[in-house]
């Protein structure tokens, strides 16, 4: 049984940092795609960024340069650094992961088996 666990997040000031992570059990991390989404109040669930099976990875342009996706082999989990954080960073925060390689269209949800149940993440003004 696949299980994806978010935890670390939180209400943070605008520009400020934040790190998230989701520890995977029965889904080998580096083995398969996996990254971070997010939806915020309204919105559609978006893709934040992905590493591949081949460890590269992809940025939504909007976290370009503020935001960094990583993991831990040994403890497979995954994690999602924050800086300079906006309001509009606002969001759910998802875990996801993908038997196979990361999707030409790898931001669009609908591709992903495997979901966590999010962590929220504020950010105020």
């Known amino acids: 049984q696949v299980q994806l666990v978010e935890s670390g997040g939180g209400s943070v000031q605008s520009g400020g940092s934040l790190s998230i992570s989701c520890v995977a059990s029965g889904f080998t991390l580096r083995d398969n795609c996996r990254g971070w989404f997010r939806q915020g109040p309204g919105k559609e669930r978006e893709g934040v960024a992905v590493?591949?099976?081949?460890?590269?990875?992809k940025y939504a342009e909007s976290v370009k340069g503020r935001f960094t996706i990583s993991q831990d082999n040994a403890k497979n989990t995954l994690y999602l650094q924050m800086t300079s954080l906006k309001p509009e960073d606002t969001a759910t925060y998802y875990c996801?992961?993908?038997?196979?390689?990361?999707?030409?269209?790898?931001?669009?949800?609908?591709?992903?088996?495997?979901w966590g149940q999010g962590t929220q993440v504020t950010v105020s003004s």
């Open positions: 590493v591949d099976r081949d460890g590269r990875t």
């Open positions: 996801a992961g993908d038997r196979s390689a990361c999707p030409a269209r790898w931001s669009a949800p609908n591709t992903y088996d495997y």
